[in-house]
Nanobody, 118 residues
Framework: EVQLVESGGGSVQAGGSLKLSCVAT????????MGWYRQAPGKERQFVSM???????NYASSVKGRFTISRDNEKNTLYLEMNSLKTEDTAQYYC????????????WGQGTQVTVST
């Protein structure tokens, strides 16, 4: 069974840092592109960052320079290090595996909440 389990969310003051993790099971993690998305209350889910199978990365302009995506293929784990957090970063953060490649399928995790306060 393909599964993504996020952790690491929490409450932090503006300017602080958090590191999210996403453990993947049930598929060949190293072959698949992976991404982070977020959804604030009353808003649509939006792209945050992605990393492909050769570790090339891409970021939304709103987080570029503050967030860093990485992956550990030995641990089947995706990370999102978030620095200089702002109140507008408050959202439920979701891990996603991308399909379209043999052995990969489009799957979402259940999410982890990040709350940034002043």
């Amino acid at each position: 069974e393909v599964q993504l389990v996020e952790s690491g969310g929490g409450s932090v003051q503006a300017g602080g840092s958090l590191k999210l993790s996403c453990v993947a099971t049930g598929f060949t993690f190293s072959s698949c592109g992976m991404g982070w998305y977020r959804q604030a209350p009353g808003k649509e889910r939006q792209f945050v960052s992605m990393i492909n199978n050769i570790a090339a990365t891409n970021y939304a302009s709103s987080v570029k320079g503050r967030f860093t995506i990485s992956r550990d293929n030995e641990k089947n784990t995706l990370y999102l290090e978030m620095n200089s957090l702002k109140t507008e970063d408050t959202a439920q953060y979701y891990c996603r595996s991308y399909g379209g490649v043999l052995g990969c399928q489009d799957t979402w995790g259940q999410g982890t909440q990040v709350t940034v306060s002043t």
